[in-house]
C-alpha cells in the first residue's frame, strides 16, 4: 500500500491511498461470487448464470461494493499509522479503480489544529452577584397569589379602573366611514397590563358595562397597509361586561393550595421560593460567566477551526431551537424559516464556541488533566441524587446509548474550568457590561 499525505492547511490534510491489484481484484472476486451464487438471470437458472454476464449485469452493485469495502478497511489502518485524528467523518474525493488495475483513491480529512496553550493564568473575569432580597420574594409570591385569582362579574354599576378585565367589541371608522376589516369582538382586555396602546387603555377607563364610546387612536407607523400608518381613526368600542379578579389571602391555607411537597405554611413557602429564586440567580451568574470565559478564551489564540466541529456545533443550536418547540419540534419550512441562512447566522458563534473548546482541550492537555473512573462514578452518584434514579440506572443508560466518553469529556471540561477559575481574577458585580457594538465606516 502506497500513501502519499499533502498538507492542504494547518489543519486539512489530503490523502492519496493506492492498494496493490491483487488486493482489489481478490475483493471484487469475493463480492462477485456473492451475486453468481443468487443471481436470476433471464434464461439461466439461479446462480447458474456465467460470471462474465453477472459481472456485466451487477457492474454497478459491484464497483460500489468493492469501493465501500476497500476504503472502509484501509482508512482505520492508514490514520493510525500517520498517527492522523480526523476530527470529522473523512471525505472520500476521488476513486480510480478499473477491473484488473490498482485501486486508488484520493480522502480529505480535517485534523485538530495545534498550537501552544495561550497564558491562561491570573484572566480577569466578573461574576454576577447572586443576591435574593426581601423585594423579590414578595414579587414572587404575588404572582402565585395572582396566577390562583378568580375572575368574577362586577355586579354593581361602577366604571373601568385599572386591573379591572373587560370584555369589549369595537368597529373601526375613518371619520363617517366605516373601516370594514377594522371589527374585532368579543374579546377580553385587561387595563394596566401595558398590551393596549395608550390611548386606547385612557379610552376605556372609566366606562361602563353596556357603555359605547368613541376612543381616538392613532394607527402605527410600521403597519404593513400603508395605506392605515400613521392614521388617526376612531374605535367604536362597547364595554359588554366588566370582571374583577379576586385574589386569595396570603396565609397558611394559600401556601397549602400551592401543593408544594413540604410546604404547609406561609413561611416555609417564602423559604422555598427564596431558595428557588437563589439557585435560579445562580444559574443565571454561571450562565453569563462561562459566556464570558469562552470569549476570553476564543480572543487569546489565532487559529484555523474545523469546518466540521463547526457545522457539528451549528447543527446542534438549530436542533435545540427545534426541539424548544414542544413534542413535535419547529417546523422550519412552515414558518418560512430558511434553514441555510439560519445556520449562516449561527456559525459566528459557533465558530468562537469550537475555538474556546479548543483552547480547554490544550489546556487540558498541557496540564496532564485526566478523569478517572473514581471521577466518574462520583458524578453518576451525584446524577443519582438530583434525578431520582438508582446509580446502575444512569450508568447502564449512559453505555447503552454510547454516551461514557461524553460524560468524561464533560468532566474534563469542567476540571479544566476548574482550575482557570482558581487562578483568575475574579469580581462580583451587580451587572455585566453590555459588549460596546462596532463602529460601522462611514459610507462614500
Given at each position: 500500500m502506497n500513501v502519499n499525505i499533502e498538507e492542504v492547511s494547518s489543519i486539512k490534510r489530503k490523502l492519496t491511498i493506492e492498494l496493490p491489484e491483487e488486493t482489489a481484484d481478490k475483493t471484487r472476486k469475493k463480492h462477485l461470487d456473492n451475486y453468481a451464487r443468487k443471481a436470476r438471470l433471464k434464461g439461466f437458472r439461479p446462480g447458474k448464470a456465467p460470471k462474465s454476464l453477472v459481472a456485466k449485469a451487477y457492474a454497478e452493485e459491484l464497483h460500489r461494493e468493492v469501493v465501500e469495502e476497500l476504503v472502509g478497511e484501509t482508512m482505520p489502518t492508514v490514520l493510525s499509522d500517520h498517527k492522523l485524528e480526523p476530527v470529522g467523518m473523512p471525505l472520500l474525493e476521488n476513486v480510480d479503480y478499473e477491473d484488473g488495475q490498482p485501486f486508488k483513491f484520493t480522502v480529505s480529512v480535517e485534523i485538530r489544529p495545534t498550537f501552544e496553550s495561550p497564558k491562561w493564568q491570573g484572566l480577569d473575569l466578573k461574576k454576577l452577584k447572586s443576591e435574593v432580597n426581601?423585594?423579590?420574594?414578595?414579587?414572587?409570591?404575588?404572582?402565585?397569589?395572582?396566577?390562583?385569582?378568580?375572575?368574577?362579574?362586577?355586579?354593581?354599576?361602577?366604571?373601568?379602573?385599572r386591573g379591572d378585565l373587560a370584555n369589549i367589541t369595537y368597529q373601526g371608522y375613518d371619520g363617517e366611514n366605516i373601516i370594514t376589516d377594522m371589527k374585532a369582538g368579543p374579546f377580553n382586555v385587561e387595563l394596566g397590563s401595558d398590551r393596549l396602546t395608550p390611548e386606547f387603555e385612557q379610552g376605556l377607563e372609566g366606562m361602563k358595562a353596556g357603555e359605547t364610546k368613541d376612543i381616538e387612536v392613532?394607527?402605527?407607523?410600521?403597519?404593513?397597509?400603508?395605506?392605515?400608518?400613521?392614521?388617526?381613526?376612531?374605535?367604536?368600542?362597547?364595554?359588554?361586561?366588566?370582571?374583577?379578579?379576586?385574589?386569595?389571602?396570603?396565609?397558611?391555607?394559600?401556601?397549602?393550595?400551592?401543593?408544594?411537597?413540604?410546604?404547609?405554611?406561609?413561611?416555609?413557602?417564602?423559604?422555598?421560593?427564596?431558595a428557588d429564586?437563589?439557585?435560579?440567580?445562580?444559574?443565571?451568574?454561571?450562565?453569563?460567566?462561562?459566556?464570558?470565559l469562552t470569549d476570553i478564551l476564543a480572543s487569546l489564540v489565532e487559529i484555523e477551526v474545523p469546518s466540521a466541529m463547526v457545522d457539528r456545533e451549528v447543527t446542534a443550536k438549530i436542533e435545540t431551537m427545534r426541539n424548544n418547540f414542544g413534542r413535535n419540534g419547529l417546523n422550519f419550512k412552515k414558518m418560512g424559516i430558511d434553514v441555510m441562512m439560519l445556520r449562516d447566522r449561527f456559525r459566528p458563534e459557533a465558530v468562537k464556541n469550537v475555538?474556546?473548546?479548543?483552547?480547554?482541550?490544550?489546556?487540558?492537555?498541557?496540564?496532564?488533566?485526566?478523569?478517572?473512573?473514581?471521577?466518574?462514578?462520583?458524578?453518576?452518584?451525584?446524577?443519582?441524587?438530583?434525578?431520582?434514579?438508582?446509580?446502575?440506572?444512569?450508568?447502564?443508560?449512559?453505555?447503552?446509548?454510547?454516551?461514557?466518553?461524553?460524560?468524561?469529556?464533560?468532566?474534563?471540561?469542567?476540571?479544566t474550568l476548574e482550575m482557570i477559575r482558581e487562578q483568575a481574577n475574579i469580581t462580583e458585580v451587580d451587572k455585566l457590561e453590555e459588549p460596546e457594538a462596532p463602529v460601522e465606516e462611514a459610507q462614500e
Open positions: 426581601d423585594e423579590m420574594v414578595d414579587k414572587k409570591l404575588e404572582e402565585l397569589r395572582f396566577s390562583l385569582a378568580t375572575v368574577k362579574t362586577v355586579e354593581e354599576d361602577r366604571p373601568l379602573v392613532v394607527m402605527p407607523e410600521d403597519l404593513e397597509d400603508k395605506k392605515m400608518a400613521g392614521k388617526h381613526v376612531t374605535l367604536r368600542t362597547t364595554v359588554n361586561e366588566v370582571r374583577q379578579r379576586e385574589l386569595p389571602e396570603l396565609d397558611d391555607e394559600f401556601a397549602k393550595d400551592m401543593g408544594i411537597d413540604d410546604v404547609e405554611t406561609l413561611e416555609a413557602l417564602k423559604a422555598k421560593i427564596r429564586l437563589q439557585k435560579e440567580q445562580e444559574n443565571v451568574a454561571e450562565r453569563e460567566f462561562n459566556k464570558q475555538t474556546a473548546a479548543l483552547v480547554l482541550d490544550q489546556i487540558a492537555r498541557d496540564n496532564h488533566i485526566e478523569i478517572t473512573d473514581e471521577d466518574i462514578e462520583k458524578e453518576l452518584a451525584e446524577m443519582s441524587e438530583d434525578y431520582g434514579q438508582p446509580v446502575e440506572v444512569l450508568r447502564d443508560y449512559y453505555k447503552s446509548r454510547n454516551l461514557m466518553d461524553n460524560l468524561r469529556e464533560g468532566l474534563k471540561v469542567g476540571k
